[in-house]
């Protein structure tokens, strides 16, 4: 079993930044694809971005590409996002996910899951 705790969220204006990480333990991250949804109130939970195991490919949403950017580090076992321009629109929950099959952690179902973190844009 992996397990996965989001950090860095927080309250931004519009137009900042922020970086997301994520730490994951219990098993060999460099096994797993990785994977960032967010879910806003009231919302379904949508895939943001996700990446390869050895970091070879990454997917944005169509609403993030050119804003955000994920990452990673196997040695630290570690996600990342880095949100830049964030819009009021970006509020929302956001989770890291972990599946050993690489496009299987772009849906929602079987993956392994954080807790979530909160991201608040303010306009």
């Known amino acids: 079993q992996v397990q996965l705790v989001e950090s860095g969220g927080g309250l931004v204006q519009a137009g900042g930044s922020l970086r997301l990480s994520c730490a994951a333990s219990?098993?060999?991250?460099?096994?797993?694809?990785m994977g960032w949804f967010r879910q806003a109130a009231g919302k379904e939970r949508e895939l943001v971005a996700a990446?390869?195991?050895?970091?070879?490919?990454?997917y944005y949403g169509d609403s993030v590409k050119g804003r955000f950017t994920t990452s990673r580090d196997n040695a630290k076992n570690t996600l990342y996002l880095q949100m830049n321009s964030l819009k009021p629109e970006d509020t929302a929950v956001y989770y890291c996910?972990?599946?050993?099959?690489?496009?299987?952690?772009?849906?929602?179902?079987?993956?392994?899951w954080g807790q979530g973190t909160q991201v608040t844009v303010s306009s």
């Open positions: 996910a972990a599946n050993r099959d690489t496009y299987r952690v772009r849906s929602v179902e079987g993956n392994y």
């Open positions: 219990g098993r060999t991250f460099s096994d797993y694809a």
């Open positions: 990446i390869t195991s050895r970091s070879l490919s990454t």
